[in-house]
């Protein structure tokens, strides 16, 4: 109730995923900067269960061996490693439990069909 409508844009998850330059653009042009700007927009926080729980301890924690051998090896190299250590230790994200997310779409239901006449926009497919 405090801003115009046309201040304001909401973006979904879905929609950067669909199509990350459109929806950078749009915000670009929103906000009045250059829309010709392309920040990397890679996904860095990927989730799933770790294959090994001392692998990823050893890149997700401080730990004096890592403190101890990282000055030794270039900051760009130890990133990209740590980064496909990381990304080779990371087995399937588990499911959700098929009861469990029925019982969430019934919880939330409201919600959303608030959110959608609110954003005008069809979000029926978040019920299924």
Known sequence: DAFDSAQ???YLFEDLNADSTAVTQDICRFLGV?????????R???SGIPKSRF???FFARKNPIREA???LIPNGLRQQVSRKI???NLGKKPELDPTIRQELVELYQGDVLRLQ????RDLSHWLN
């Open 117 to 120: 006449d609110l954003l005008k």
């Open 34 to 42: 250059d829309d010709s700007f392309q920040p990397e927009l890679s």
């Open 55 to 57: 692998v990823h301890d």
């Open 86 to 88: 990381k990304t080779w």
């Open 44 to 46: 860095q926080n990927v």
């Open 69 to 71: 051998i990282a000055p």
């Open 8 to 10: 304001i844009r909401v």
